[in-house]
């Protein structure tokens, strides 16, 4: 069950600090995403990003930041300014638009609980 | 904007029995349209995608745009069907993902 990795499993922090969760992908996919998955809201879209060195907000970016220094990883850091951090997120990478398909790959997930 | 509706938090059948998760949307344009699912312990993974026009595990789902439908259907549901599943729109061109806020779908024995 290769292809997108998301490290730690669990994750536990003290309010007031900051966290970041890891994602690679050894896909060659250009693209890659943060989601927050929390019961009875669905998925939400933090962040992506289609190109190295390149992202964009989603819509529930605040509290949150990303950097895209490698095609391979795309960590989040979730900051003591995210309100209510304690979810589950999600990494997925996807290839570029013009390809077969805008088919998104998913990782196992990150749990992080915030005390 | 877009947004995808699915109405239903959970849906429980039997066994043999047929299913139909519902899934609606809004998107001025021409969307597409996914069904994604989240077995017990496993990843989330694309089910079908519209433009396929194919069946996965038994399931179709057909791009209604007067409707603005895409709903999930299984004629014969079986007990390793059980799962959450999330409808997912992308918008013309590149376009990130709105998902519904998903159905579990619970089949009994």
């Known amino acids: 069950d290769g292809g997108i990795t998301q490290s730690p499993k669990y994750l536990f922090r003290k309010e007031g600090q900051n966290v970041t969760l890891s994602c690679e992908q050894n896909?060659?996919?250009?693209?890659m995403y943060w989601y927050r998955q929390d019961p009875g809201q669905g998925l939400r879209l933090i962040y992506y990003?289609?190109?190295?060195?390149?992202?964009q907000k989603g819509d529930i970016a605040e509290g949150y930041s990303v950097s895209r220094e490698k095609k391979e990883s795309f960590p989040l850091t979730v900051t003591s300014a995210q309100k209510n951090p304690t979810a589950f997120y999600l990494c997925?990478?996807?290839?570029?638009?013009?390809?077969?398909?805008?088919?998104?790959?998913f990782g196992p997930g990150t749990r992080l609980t915030v005390t | 904007a877009q947004r995808v509706t699915q109405p239903e938090k959970l849906l429980s059948v039997f066994k043999g029995a047929p299913v139909e998760l519902k899934c609606n949307y809004s998107?001025?344009?021409?969307?597409?349209l996914f069904w994604y699912v989240q077995y017990s312990r496993q990843r989330l993974q694309l089910l079908l995608r519209?433009?396929s026009r194919e069946s996965i595990k038994g399931f179709t789902a057909d791009l209604n745009k007067g409707e603005t439908s895409f709903h999930l259907k299984k004629p014969f549901a079986q007990e390793e069907d059980s799962a959450m599943y999330y409808c997912?729109?992308?918008?013309?061109?590149?376009?990130?993902?709105?998902f519904g806020k998903g159905t579990m779908l619970l089949v009994s024995p």
């Open positions: 998107y001025s344009g021409s969307p597409e």
């Open positions: 997912a729109l992308s918008g013309s061109g590149y376009s990130t993902l709105t």
């Open positions: 896909l060659n996919h250009d693209a």
């Open positions: 990003s289609q190109i190295v060195n390149d992202f």
């Open positions: 519209h433009i």
């Open positions: 997925a990478s996807s290839s570029t638009p013009g390809t077969d398909s805008y088919e998104q790959y």
